[in-house]
């Protein structure tokens, strides 16, 4: 309210328009994009409005959701994590071998999952700060050391590349119904992840835009040194964004296992780029400094609709992987275009 | 007292050095600041100037001679604590983060908070008001403390690091290359920044190579070559001309002048 009066008050700013505010807005690419999709699919395909198939779209979203939210406050913050996909995997194989092989409380497993899962995160930043190679190295380390320790200690353990069946252990309906069950809202079934994701959204929202760390995450990745320059702890912001990777890969991960009961060894791979992809058809520059979480969310929503909507029209899946380029591409466009803008007058 | 206070100067270097490895980027430096005064240092690329200035803001610890903040001797270990020590450092080309609000680029670093327990969050409202008060009491007034940083022209970007550094109660403002990037205009306005944070009290180091600028606003003139200081001079003591003199390199400008000479 205040802030209003303020900028009215002077006379040289005649009246910004709505329409000018909303071109500002990170978002308005992926929403655009969003609309578009939506309408082509509500035309051609008949079940696509379906109550159920909308569901099967947010179940979709809500998956790619969870992940792209932390993958896009890391990149506001500047950097890449590559081993994201497969940490999701990780996360799970944790959790689900050490509940079977202790013949502990499944919520053992996860909450010795979360310490382990976090523990990487915090490693793969603290490499990254230390050694100041560039991101997309670091992780790439880790995203290979990652996938050979998923396959390498689950065959080592249980002798074949998925992991023995946690469902008749004890804890695992509760953690069921955390991580993997189905709500019904008005007779519309929903899948949990779903609360996760717009969950991880509000809450990242709100760290981005109303909070100091989140004034240090536009910073350090908008411009590091003058960052470091005038006291941002540009060292713990890095770890602590790396850690929030890990928190949503732990997520993912716990969900993964509890609706499957035992976890695939080799899964998650290439997964890391479609949260990336999300998170920049969302409004995040490539480069750091801008983006933001409800973008992410858009984003991800859009890779849920093209993938079940393409199924819906019964067109050929192979026409998938084409739309996702077209928009990432359309999508990375309007961000240069945006940030010209911003740096228009220098 | 206020004799006293006069005399101690904010900052005092005495035959400071530092090396990497066996290079000698600094060698035997000595300079005062002054609540109130201009403190310029002078040289060409190379010189040591930028070394001298990560002295001072605390990026890298000094290998010989002494430190002195307000009397007392130091060795600064990181930028924050030469900032904790009221001495506020703005770079030419690292000053803010161009994608940034001006009002959130302004309390960088410094944000102030309302709440308690896991609902802390930034006090928006003051920010933006704190900002735009602090840029008018400068003589700055922005259209819009929304606006990113970056849309601002290179003098305006660093007249809000300045306007901050005073904001936040720096006693001493070490500025690198101001005007180096600038129009004749934006660097007079600068300029006229610089001296009204000089007018608030702060002691100002000035790091330039333009002997023009330096002697439109200093006080004390250091000038440095090639690691080794040259000169050290009170106003009343150096004409701008003998300046720019020794800033050329004295003879060696007047060698360059024959060389240059038509037949």
């Not at chain 1, 859009?302 to 077209?326: C, Q, R, Y």
């Not at chain 2, 409202?125 to 970056?150: K, W």
């Not at chain 2, 990037?181 to 333009?210: C, F, M, P, W």
Request: glycine residues 12%; aromatic residues 8%; contains cysteine.
């Amino acid at each position: 309210m205040s802030a209003a009066t303020e900028r009215t008050a002077d006379e040289r700013i005649l009246r910004t328009s709505p329409l000018r505010k909303l071109l500002s807005r990170p978002e308005l690419g992926s929403v655009v994009g969003a609309l578009a999709v939506f309408a082509v699919f509500a035309l051609a395909a008949d079940g696509f409005l379906r109550a159920a198939s909308l569901s099967t779209i947010l179940y979709a979203s809500s998956t790619i959701g969870i992940m792209a939210v932390p993958v896009a406050l890391l990149m506001i913050g500047g950097e890449f994590d590559l081993s994201a996909g497969v940490l999701v995997t990780s996360s799970a194989l944790v959790s689900s071998m050490f509940s079977y092989q202790m013949t502990a409380n499944t919520w053992v497993g996860v909450g010795v999952s979360l310490l382990v899962t976090l523990a990487i995160g915090a490693f793969n930043g603290f490499v990254l700060t230390r050694t100041r190679l560039p991101s997309f190295i670091v992780t790439l380390g880790t995203f290979l050391m990652l996938t050979g320790m998923n396959l390498g200690f689950t065959k080592l353990i249980d002798g074949t590349v998925s992991t023995k069946t946690v469902a008749d252990m004890e804890g695992f309906p509760s953690a069921h119904d955390v991580f993997a069950s189905t709500l019904t809202f008005g007779g519309v079934d929903f899948k949990v992840t779903v609360l996760w994701w717009l969950g991880l959204v509000a809450v990242a929202s709100w760290i981005l835009l109303r909070t100091r760390a989140g004034n240090w995450i536009f910073a350090v990745g908008g411009n590091q040194d003058a960052a470091r320059a005038v006291g941002v702890p540009v060292t713990k912001t890095k770890i602590g964004l790396y850690m929030g990777v890990a928190f949503g890969a732990w997520i993912s991960g716990q969900h993964l296992l509890f609706s499957f009961d035992a976890v695939q060894s080799g899964e998650g791979v290439g997964n890391e780029l479609i949260y990336i992809i999300a998170a920049v058809i969302g409004g995040c520059l490539i480069t750091g400094g801008y983006g933001s979480a409800v973008g992410s969310a858009v984003g991800a929503l859009l890779f849920g609709m093209t993938s079940k909507g393409i199924v819906f029209a019964e067109w050929n899946p192979d026409w998938f992987k084409f739309f996702l380029g077209a928009m990432l591409l359309l999508a990375t466009l309007l961000n240069a275009w945006v940030r010209k803008r911003a740096e228009a007058t220098k | 007292m206020t004799e006293t206070a006069q005399r101690t100067a904010l900052v005092e270097l005495a035959d400071v050095s530092k090396h990497y490895g066996s290079v000698r980027a600094l060698e035997g430096v000595s300079l005062e600041v002054h609540a109130g005064q201009i403190t310029c240092v002078l040289g060409d690329n190379g010189a040591g100037k930028s070394t001298l200035i990560k002295t001072i803001a605390g990026l890298h610890r000094h290998d010989g001679g002494t430190l002195s903040i307000e009397g007392e001797e130091t060795r600064l270990s990181s930028p924050r604590e030469a900032l904790d020590r009221g001495i506020a450092t703005v770079y030419q080309d690292l000053a803010v983060v161009p994608l940034m609000p001006v009002w959130r680029n302004f309390f960088l670093g410094s944000e102030p908070r309302k709440g308690v327990g896991p609902f802390k969050r930034l006090d928006i409202g003051l920010m933006r008001r704190t900002t735009r008060e602090a840029l008018l009491r400068m003589g700055i007034d922005l259209r819009d403390v929304d606006q990113p940083i970056g849309t601002l022209s290179g003098g305006e970007r660093q007249c809000v690091a300045i306007a901050r550094a005073v904001h936040f109660g720096a006693k001493v403002l070490v500025l690198d290359e101001p005007t180096a990037a600038l129009g004749v205009k934006q660097s007079g306005v600068v300029l006229k920044y610089v001296a009204a944070a000089r007018d608030e009290g702060l002691g100002v180091v000035l790091i330039t190579h333009n002997p023009h600028h330096a002697y439109l606003v200093g006080d004390r003139f250091v000038l440095l070559r090639r690691g080794t200081m040259v000169g050290n001079y009170t106003r009343d003591e150096i004409t701008l001309d003998e300046l720019t003199q020794q800033m050329a390199g004295g003879s060696d400008l007047d060698a360059l002048r024959h060389e240059l000479q038509r037949s």
